[in-house]
């Protein structure tokens, strides 16, 4: 059954986690495509912004043609100045004006969004018609900036390219000169601005994830739960059956012993077996009532409360204890302010009872018994020197048909009723009882009854 369970629970787990591994690619999945689609909706604007730097100035656009047309008539002149060409195209006269000019106009068209851009020279090409001469051809880096106020393209992406194309003449030889340049754009705080978009998938997501996780937790508390009462009422069963099996066998046999002739026609003998019977019958109804009674939970539980002069009502019960349990030492030491309690006699003094049978059953000698009155609380402490009970069995310490184990094994008799019917009274009264205890060091009960 064991085996089971945990195998059920790995399963369970498993299937938790695959299924939090799907939400997460779902999420993930959908986090992408609201970039890619925010990305879209930039290039979009910009792109109704201008196609080309003519759209924001034409006097600039026209002094970079003529920047571009007078470099390349250097190279064709001499081409070892390939170096010196491709810092003139960057460190261009205009570029601080168009750099500005670009900005102001994002900011009016886009005023929502705080961007950086950098336009980056790709790549200086002149050919004829004989051939092609690749004066500046390099992958997008960010020093070959040309303008913009972007420091790093890391977490820039790109809006679109700019090929440009153009034609002159030098040296009585016609020249095209093909050059291209792409916009990179970043947006400040552009995660925040996906994550607000998303806040409604991931609140719905995390709220799944949670409800799967707590009912996956309640689960398999309940299935633990489950098999724990399973476990107590198969023990129980098995108590009762142990219990009763003796009284029966005994029965039987007395049964047959008054079938014989001469047990009949012995009248000593025939009455001592009478007296088993009445005995072992006793004996049977008796574990039926304790059964039937106190399985009974404290709403079931009617009580007859009289008023009850206290320090005198636990000095009986210590009286009658000390005298069935002669070796074991009780010391008291009870407050001795006379207080009346509406209480029920009978009940209460078999809880008390039944905490100091368990005291004795699990291996204590010597019994401490307190009493004090605090807050309109009547205290009372019940302190052994017995076995102890390990914390971890604390909570489950009142349950019905609950034994402590050693071990695997119980070794007090006992059908598991003692202490939660202890539990049941005790509430029945409005009051509380809570057990102090470590494993080798004893128990304290600690009782607490409403004085008014």
Same mark, same amino acid.
């Given at each position: 059954?064991?085996?089971?369970?945990?195998?059920?629970?790995?399963?369970?787990?498993?299937?938790?986690?695959?299924?939090?591994?799907?939400?997460?690619?779902?999420?993930?999945?959908?986090?992408?495509?609201? $970039?890619?689609?925010?990305?879209?909706?930039?290039?979009?604007?910009?792109?109704?912004?201008?196609?080309?730097?003519?759209?924001?100035?034409? &006097?600039?656009?026209?002094?970079?043609?003529?920047?571009?047309?007078?470099?390349?008539?250097?190279?064709?002149?001499?081409?070892?100045?390939?170096?010196?060409?491709?810092?003139?195209?960057?460190?261009?006269?205009?570029?601080?004006?168009?750099?500005?000019?670009? #900005?102001?106009?994002?900011?009016?068209?886009?005023?929502?969004?705080?961007?950086?851009?950098?336009? $980056?020279?790709?790549?200086?090409?002149?050919? %004829?018609?004989?051939?092609?001469?690749?004066?500046?051809?390099?992958?997008?880096? !960010?020093?070959?900036?040309?303008?913009?106020?972007?420091?790093?393209?890391?977490?820039?992406?790109?809006?679109?390219?700019?090929?440009? &194309? &153009?034609?002159?003449?030098?040296?009585?030889?016609?020249?095209?000169?093909?050059?291209?340049?792409?916009?990179? +754009?970043?947006?400040?705080?552009?995660?925040?601005?996906?994550?607000?978009?998303?806040?409604?998938?991931?609140?719905?997501?995390?709220?799944?994830?949670?409800?799967?996780?707590?009912?996956?937790?309640?689960?398999?508390?309940?299935?633990?739960?489950?098999?724990?009462?399973?476990?107590?009422?198969?023990?129980?069963? %098995?108590?009762?059956?142990?219990?009763?099996?003796?009284?029966?066998?005994?029965?039987?046999?007395?049964?047959?012993?008054?079938?014989?002739?001469?047990?009949?026609?012995?009248?000593?003998?025939?009455?001592?077996?009478?007296?088993?019977?009445?005995?072992?019958?006793?004996?049977?109804?008796?574990?039926?009532?304790? +059964?039937?009674? %106190?399985?009974?939970?404290?709403?079931?539980?009617?009580?007859?409360?009289?008023?009850?002069?206290?320090?005198?009502?636990?000095?009986?019960?210590?009286?009658?204890?000390?005298?069935?349990?002669?070796?074991?030492?009780?010391?008291?030491?009870?407050?001795?302010?006379?207080?009346?309690?509406?209480?029920?006699?009978?009940?209460?003094?078999?809880?008390?009872?039944?905490?100091?049978?368990?005291?004795?059953?699990?291996?204590?000698?010597?019994?401490?018994?307190?009493?004090?009155?605090?807050?309109?609380?009547?205290?009372?402490? !019940?302190?052994?020197?017995? !076995?102890?009970?390990?914390?971890?069995?604390?909570?489950?310490?009142?349950?019905?048909?609950?034994? $402590?184990? #050693?071990?695997?094994?119980?070794?007090?008799?006992?059908?598991?009723?003692?202490?939660?019917?202890?539990?049941?009274?005790?509430?029945?009264?409005?009051?509380?009882?809570?057990?102090?205890?470590?494993?080798?060091?004893?128990?304290?009960?600690?009782?607490?009854?409403?004085?008014?």
């Amino acid at each position: 059954m064991k085996q089971k369970i945990n195998l059920l629970i790995a399963f369970s787990a498993i299937v938790l986690i695959a299924l939090s591994a799907m939400q997460y690619y779902l999420v993930k999945t959908t986090y992408d495509y609201k $970039v890619e689609q925010f990305r879209t909706e930039i290039k979009d604007k910009i792109a109704k912004i201008t196609n080309d730097y003519s759209d924001i100035d034409s &006097t600039i656009f026209y002094k970079k043609d003529l920047l571009y047309k007078e470099l390349a008539e250097i190279y064709l002149l001499d081409p070892e100045r390939r170096s010196q060409i491709k810092n003139a195209i960057l460190q261009n006269s205009f570029k601080a004006e168009l750099t500005k000019k670009l #900005q102001k106009e994002f900011e009016r068209e886009i005023p929502n969004l705080e961007l950086d851009f950098a336009i $980056v020279l790709d790549k200086f090409v002149i050919y %004829n018609e004989k051939e092609a001469d690749t004066i500046f051809a390099e992958k997008p880096f !960010i020093e070959n900036k040309m303008y913009g106020n972007l420091a790093s393209l890391d977490d820039a992406f790109l809006v679109r390219n700019y090929v440009g &194309t &153009t034609s002159g003449k030098s040296l009585n030889a016609d020249y095209k000169l093909l050059t291209e340049d792409t916009l990179y +754009v970043s947006v400040n705080n552009w995660e925040t601005i996906i994550l607000k978009r998303m806040a409604l998938i991931f609140v719905f997501a995390l709220f799944s994830i949670l409800t799967l996780i707590t009912l996956f937790v309640i689960a398999i508390k309940a299935l633990i739960k489950q098999k724990k009462v399973s476990d107590i009422k198969t023990d129980f069963i %098995n108590n009762i059956t142990h219990e009763l099996k003796t009284p029966l066998t005994t029965l039987s046999v007395s049964t047959k012993i008054l079938e014989r002739k001469e047990v009949r026609e012995n009248d000593k003998v025939y009455e001592n077996v009478l007296n088993t019977i009445n005995r072992q019958n006793n004996r049977l109804q008796n574990l039926i009532d304790q +059964v039937m009674t %106190n399985s009974l939970g404290y709403e079931e539980i009617e009580l007859q409360k009289e008023k009850v002069a206290m320090p005198n009502f636990l000095h009986s019960i210590v009286d009658d204890f000390q005298i069935a349990y002669p070796n074991v030492a009780i010391l008291t030491d009870f407050d001795n302010q006379k207080i009346n309690l509406n209480l029920d006699k009978f009940h209460l003094t078999t809880a008390i009872t039944n905490v100091l049978e368990n005291a004795v059953k699990y291996g204590c000698q010597n019994i401490t018994i307190t009493t004090s009155l605090e807050n309109n609380q009547f205290n009372i402490g !019940i302190k052994d020197d017995g !076995i102890g009970i390990p914390k971890s069995k604390h909570s489950l310490l009142f349950d019905k048909f609950y034994r $402590v184990e #050693q071990g695997n094994l119980h070794n007090a008799k006992g059908l598991g009723l003692g202490l939660y019917y202890v539990d049941q009274i005790i509430k029945a009264h409005q009051g509380s009882i809570n057990v102090v205890s470590e494993l080798g060091k004893g128990a304290s009960f600690n009782i607490s009854i409403p004085s008014f």
